[in-house]
């Protein structure tokens, strides 16, 4: 069914609110876009003047499309080589999208959308809805046909699974700055005693790299482990420079609202180490490796006006 220009602008207005709900679902901004893009030939097919209010429409044909999509990736993830990690995004993608409440802030943020893996797909639907957009319950139940009642209960089971109890703080650019250069810094010194005085004592490191670059199938544990670990990621070594395909440069930078250290080759991002900050120090450093989810990043790191390295590998 063909549709008049003025349903295309009305679907085009409604596509990053789309696709920021998708992204938050999906943890995959590939899969957010084709999800969306399917949304949109939905809207293409049926009657829009139907349709009272496109918004909720648009929004309950895509959660949907996401719950299908989150049901066969848990398949797909048994077979996945190695830890899965959510696509980080860098800062001032649009696909991140709000960031007026802390609430908006803390929902994309690498921590949660990585602590959202242990919700089921219902779970995780009515906490984005609720957390992030701030859907009344009334609309969640009509958007997944489920009672209110279930809405709420499901609300109150993700909240206790994805909370944590270490207060994070909003990380600005000047902030993230900061913290990555002393995190560097301790890195490279040669002692790993400088590492640990960063990390709390219970803190952890995991790499995703997809069975395309080497990245450990276990997290380290514990400070004394991860600062090992992390000693030896920034020692230079030719090896490494053949697995990424050049000499890496490093920067410091903010993805998903984390402070975050950015290697890339000839403006190919080839790595982003997220650092979950708290008032304890650093508990988490979760690594993304797999060139397919670092295509997006690579995009915007091209369009971003990133200064000068702070490291060569």
């Not at 789309?18 to 809207?43: C, H, K, N």
């Not at 002393?182 to 952890?204: H, I, K, M, N, P």
């Not at 920034?234 to 410091?252: C, D, M, N, S, T």
Request: proline share 5%; net charge negative; hydrophobic share 45%.
């Amino acid at each position: 069914m063909a549709l008049s220009a003025e349903d295309v602008d009305r679907f085009e207005r409604s596509r990053p609110h789309l696709q920021a709900i998708a992204y938050r679902l999906l943890g995959s901004a590939g899969e957010a876009e084709d999800l969306v893009q399917e949304t949109f030939l939905r809207w293409q097919a049926t009657d829009v003047d139907r349709i009272e209010v496109p918004e909720a429409w648009l929004t309950k044909v895509l959660t949907n499309l996401c719950l299908h999509q989150l049901t066969s990736a848990r398949a797909r993830r048994e077979t996945y080589v190695g830890p899965w990690l959510p696509e980080p995004l860098l800062a001032g993608d649009p696909m991140l999208g709000p960031a007026d409440t802390a609430e908006q802030r803390e929902s994309v943020s690498y921590a949660v959308l990585t602590l959202m893996e242990r919700l089921s797909p219902s779970e995780r639907a009515v906490y984005v809805l609720r957390e992030a957009f701030a859907y009344p319950h009334r609309e969640i139940a009509e958007i997944l046909d489920i009672t209110e009642a279930a809405s709420q209960q499901n609300f109150h089971r993700a909240r206790k699974h994805v909370a944590y109890g270490t207060a994070r703080s909003d990380i600005d650019r000047a902030a993230a700055r900061r913290i990555v250069e002393e995190f560097l810094a301790a890195a490279t010194s040669g002692q790993t005693d400088e590492l640990v005085r960063l990390l709390t004592e219970d803190a952890t490191s995991i790499g995703d790299g997809g069975g395309k670059v080497p990245a450990r199938t276990t997290a380290f544990e514990g400070a004394v482990a991860v600062a090992k670990f992390v000693w030896g990621m920034f020692k230079p070594a030719q090896a490494k420079r053949a697995i990424v395909g050049g000499l890496p440069e490093v920067y410091a930078w903010v993805a998903n609202g984390e402070p975050a250290v950015v290697a890339a080759v000839e403006g190919r991002v080839v790595a982003i180490m997220c650092l979950e900050v708290t008032a304890g120090g650093i508990t988490a450093c979760r690594t993304q490796a797999n060139p397919d989810k670092l295509e997006r990043a690579t995009e915007q790191w091209a369009a971003a006006d990133h200064g000068e390295p702070l490291l060569g590998l």
